[in-house]
């Protein structure tokens, strides 16, 4: 009975060391890497890191798009991404085993924002007038909007302008994205008022003399008494000058009278009798009303005038040029105050 005991014993402990023994020459299976860490969307120029969780012992590889990488270290890359598109990060983790464990990753590498679409709107407005304005740009960017390089606070592809600056000037948009602006658009705007006319008062200038006539308003059209269509023009003759301006925001006309001095002969017989008192010059001419009278400087500047009246006041000192327009003809006198 004993031997028997033994026997069983024996083999039961051969049984064991034979189960240990085959335990001993399993190989283990391969552990598996963690899943990729890194961003799946950047932008270009961007410099990003992507790695695995590896046991030790295991050995990595990257590819960038099918091209294998230099590493800084087994389980971590750096990459700066210098393309826009769609790119695939793969990993093979060898961990004893020929057959590489594989994993990959989708990135999506985004570049600045595209140039916007062109500006849609009126390039010739009037002051003080709404416009609309707009533009297009994908989904993912906002609008920047300046007028002469002023930012606007709007962000969207239309806007409603009011201009409040007569003159030249650029409407400009840009579109911004998570990786930065674009290029801009542009759009010049010629911003327009009522037009205003004043030609100044009527007067006289002396022979040889030039006087130039200014209608003034930016952009606009102009005719003139004398055919011109230019803002601005040189009168030589005595004539009533006129002009008539027109722009898209409205119109307005002036004129004036220009007496040209041809000359005074002092020499010559005259009808008119005066006299000067404290800078007052008391006048008359017989058989003549006096239907009005005109004072000038040296400069051909009006200094006074006077209807149905025989007295003037000469004002400041200096030689004085007198212009009588009676019932009959007018007169043209010096006088020194």
């Known amino acids: 009975m004993l031997r028997n005991v033994l026997i069983l014993i024996c083999v039961i402990n051969s049984l064991s060391l034979l189960a240990m023994a085959e335990t001993d020459t399993i190989a283990p299976p391969p552990p598996v890497p963690v899943f990729i860490n890194g961003p799946d969307s950047v932008c270009v120029y961007d410099s ?39 790119h695939i990060v793969l990993l093979q983790a060898y961990c004893d085993s020929a057959n590489p464990v594989l994993d990959s990753m989708s990135v999506l590498v985004k570049d600045v924002a595209q140039q916007p679409s062109p500006i849609v709107g009126n390039n010739a407005v009037c002051v003080f007038d709404a416009e609309i304005y707009s533009t297009m740009i994908n989904d993912d960017e906002i609008c920047n909007w300046y007028i002469n390089d002023s930012a606007l606070s709007d962000t969207v592809n239309e806007i409603s302008i009011d201009w409040n600056s007569v003159g030249a000037q650029i409407l400009m948009v840009n579109a911004e994205n998570q990786c930065g602006p674009g290029d801009s658009v542009s759009l010049g705007v010629s911003a327009m008022s009522p037009p205003e006319v004043f030609l100044g008062n009527d007067t006289t200038i002396f022979e040889n003399d030039t006087l130039v006539l200014d209608a003034q308003n930016y952009n606009s059209f102009y005719q003139w008494s004398t055919g011109d269509t230019i803002p601005a023009i040189k009168v030589f003759n005595s004539g009533i000058y006129w002009v ?30 005066y006299y000067l008192r404290n800078s007052t010059v008391y006048i008359d001419i017989p058989e003549e009303d006096i239907l009005k009278i005109q004072v000038f400087d040296i400069n051909g500047k009006l200094e006074f005038e006077g209807f149905n009246n025989n007295k003037i006041s000469l004002g400041s000192k200096g030689l004085k040029l007198v212009r009588l327009q009676t019932s009959k003809k007018v007169y043209i006198i010096k006088l020194i105050n």
């Not at 301006?245 to 004129?255: I, R």
């Open 244 to 273: 008539y301006v027109d722009n898209l925001c409205g119109f307005s006309s002036d004129s004036i009278t220009v007496d040209v001095v041809v000359g005074v002969d002092e020499n010559s017989k005259s009808p008119i009798r």
């Open 48 to 86: 990003s890191i992507y790695s695995a969780n590896l046991p030790i012992g295991c050995s990595a590889r990257w590819y960038i798009d099918d091209v294998l990488q230099v590493n800084d270290t087994l389980f971590e890359i750096e990459i700066v991404w210098d393309t826009a598109g769609d």
